[in-house]
């Protein structure tokens, strides 16, 4: 369903969180402090405008408390970051994600505001982790202690095989959460779907069985 998102910084994980939020039919208006940055986005998203996002009166200026979401995305500022995310929220925005340097950041975000932090920079540490322990992990999500989803590559073992005859469950005690062949997913594939080379399964379970299987 569409909704109007505001995004608040224009770094890579802001430039690329409004985006892909236009991609998805969304309403974006994205600000930031420096007029080039704004310059650069302005035709990819809705509306695109110089603004000091610390400044609450500024964001009141815009609508900020009409928009259903704000990503507060400039984690190196962290003072305005703070500002900004408690700003939004006293505006009366439904829904805030912030991005935080550091778990004392993160903290006093979530006191401030946000329903959501995101440590971009330590979860993508944890993805380029698993890729160098398991070469054929293409993707990576935390989902607990020592525990997550990985997309992972059909190894050349399996390529022919079905899930039945691999068991990735009984082996492993990993469970085929989806299949993707090119452009298709299948959730839940049945144990006599047979993997080709170029499939990639999602696969849930822990660390230490997953790394094995894609190592």
């Given at each position: 369903m569409s909704s109007s998102v505001l995004v608040v910084g224009l770094g890579r994980f802001g430039t690329a969180a409004a985006l892909e939020a236009?991609?998805?039919?969304?309403?974006?208006?994205?600000?930031?402090?420096?007029a080039a940055t704004v310059n650069?986005?302005?035709?990819?998203v809705t509306h695109a405008m110089e603004l000091d996002a610390g400044d609450e009166?500024?964001?009141r200026s815009i609508g900020a408390g009409d928009f259903d979401h704000a990503i507060v995305a400039m984690s190196s500022a962290i003072e305005t970051s703070i500002f900004a995310t408690m700003a939004l929220k006293t505006l009366g925005v439904r829904h805030i994600?912030?991005?935080?340097?550091?778990t004392l950041h993160g903290a006093i975000l979530e006191r401030v505001g946000a329903e959501r932090v995101?440590?971009?920079?330590?979860?993508?540490?944890?993805?380029?982790?698993?890729f160098l322990s398991a070469p054929n992990v293409l993707d990576y999500l935390d989902v607990g202690p020592r525990f997550?989803?990985?997309?992972?590559?059909?190894?050349?073992?399996?390529?022919?095989?079905?899930?039945?005859?691999?068991?990735?469950?009984?082996?492993?005690?990993?469970?085929?959460?989806?299949?993707?062949?090119?452009?298709?997913?299948?959730?839940?594939?049945h144990r006599d779907e047979r993997l080709g080379s170029a499939d990639e399964l999602i696969l849930l379970g822990s660390d230490d069985r997953l790394d094995e299987l894609g190592g």
């Open positions: 236009m991609a998805l039919g969304h309403e974006v208006l994205a600000v930031d402090n420096d650069r986005i302005a035709s990819g009166a500024a964001l994600v912030a991005k935080a340097a550091s995101v440590y971009a920079e330590q979860e993508a540490g944890i993805r380029v982790a698993h997550g989803i990985a997309k992972v590559q059909v190894p050349a073992a399996y390529v022919g095989k079905s899930l039945g005859e691999i068991d990735l469950r009984g082996r492993f005690g990993l469970t085929p959460v989806a299949l993707r062949r090119g452009k298709n997913v299948t959730a839940i594939p």
